[in-house]
């Protein structure tokens, strides 16, 4: 049989792992059991797993009080289980793995020894393992990297400026919009890898075919701060056709200005522009804005949505923002434009780029080759 194991979190927070040696193999709280767990909510003879095929195994719920769940559906019957699905046995949370492919860092445990586990409410399903890990890492390796780039226009004549490069994923098996990707990095502390990532594939990818225009690129605020960050723009940088680069910088890592005039300084250096992204969608940083002015400010969508529907309070508000941000030198950038009559109210406050559906829908990379 191929070498399926379980994996857990122990009480000090460590990942080990039980192989499955033999079938039908049976989870509970009974010592007799193949894999005996201490924890609340099982039951002493539990579930037990059944080999049924060469890829996947059969799960049994044994008439347990708290039920057997896969990726957090309770199971009213025998399921099927496969490769880093997500199982738990009441409270007890495992990942159904297989050596080498899935296997992450874990002890393996010794024949005959007790699984603990971290307890959890009575009430809620414990959430120590994160559904599509294995595809995710894979997509952080390359594969099924993709990208695709959003028009920026001239919002007086619509001439085209730049492109936004959007991370994509084409993974077989994680068919996954880029907010669930970075969910899923969340819950794993790899946002700022994603990021790389993205940015790392698109660039090169597609720097042939931009004709002389400029490229925002999107950051994530725990990287953009980091030596690794600046020696990936390096690399940018010495690409065959190195493109005009603008770095953008999010809101939230807007914080400290001292940082910030660092931050400018680098990208100085690189021979980059930079924008700060999302502005409006917090607490606008107005004294990083004026202490170390961007070369572009990408005002947040949800400031630009029904703009021409708005309150007047709130047209005044965004309309001497714009004043602000140009009276500083800074090009002003309405995000999320999707109607012509969102266009002319944001030409009519001084807007001097537009990127949306409006004016533009993200397209693959490739694309750009036939274009």
């Known amino acids: 049989m191929k070498p399926w194991f379980l994996e ?28 005996a767990v201490e924890a609340r909510g099982l039951s002493r003879q539990h579930a037990e797993f059944r080999q049924e095929g060469e890829e996947r195994l059969l799960l049994v719920d044994l008439g347990s009080t708290n039920g057997t769940w896969v990726n957090r559906q309770r199971i009213d019957a025998p399921r099927w289980v496969g490769e ?22 874990a002890r393996e445990l010794e024949d005959g020894e007790r699984t603990m586990l971290v307890p959890t409410g009575a009430k809620s399903l414990s959430q120590n393992f994160v559904e599509h890990e ?36 084409e993974h077989p098996t994680l068919k996954q919009p880029p907010g669930r990707l970075f969910d899923i990095a969340e819950k794993l502390q790899l946002k700022a890898e994603l ?15 931009l004709k002389g ?9 725990g990287e953009t701060f980091t030596e690794a960050f600046f020696q990936g723009l390096l690399a940018l940088r010495a690409l065959p056709e190195p493109p005009q680069l603008v770095v953008e910088v999010h809101e939230t890592a807007v914080m400290e200005i001292e940082r910030m005039r ?12 930079f924008a700060y992204d999302d502005f409006g969608a917090g607490a606008s940083r107005l004294n990083e804005l004026g202490e170390v002015p961007p070369h572009y400010v990408k005002f947040d969508m949800g400031l630009i949505r029904g703009i021409d529907t708005a309150p007047a309070s709130k047209r005044k508000t965004v309309a001497d923002l714009v004043r602000l941000v140009r009276g500083i030198g800074s090009m002003s ?39």
């Open 195 to 209: 990021s790389t990532a993205f940015r790392q594939f698109g660039v090169p990818a597609a720097a042939p075919h």
């Open 84 to 105: 880093n699905d997500i199982i738990h046995f009441g409270n007890a949370e495992f990942r159904l793995g297989l050596d080498t492919a899935t296997r992450f860092v």
């Open 134 to 169: 294995r595809e995710f890492r894979e997509l952080l390796a390359g594969k099924g990297l993709a990208a695709a780039v959003q028009p920026i226009v001239r919002a007086d004549g619509g001439a085209l400026f730049a492109y936004e490069l959007l991370g994509r994923c």
């Open 262 to 273: 660092e931050l400018a300084a680098r990208l100085t250096g690189l021979g980059l522009e």
């Open 8 to 35: 857990s979190v122990a009480t000090d927070g460590s990942r080990v792992t039980h192989r499955i040696t033999k079938q039908p193999f049976r989870v509970g709280r009974d010592p007799q059991a193949d894999l």
């Open 333 to 371: 950038l309405a995000e999320g434009v999707e109607t012509e009559a969102e266009a002319a109210v944001c030409r009519e406050m001084g807007f001097e780029l537009i990127q949306g559906f409006l004016t533009g829908r993200p397209v693959p990379v490739s694309s750009l080759a036939t274009a």
């Open 213 to 221: 225009l400029k490229l925002f690129v999107n950051t994530d605020p």
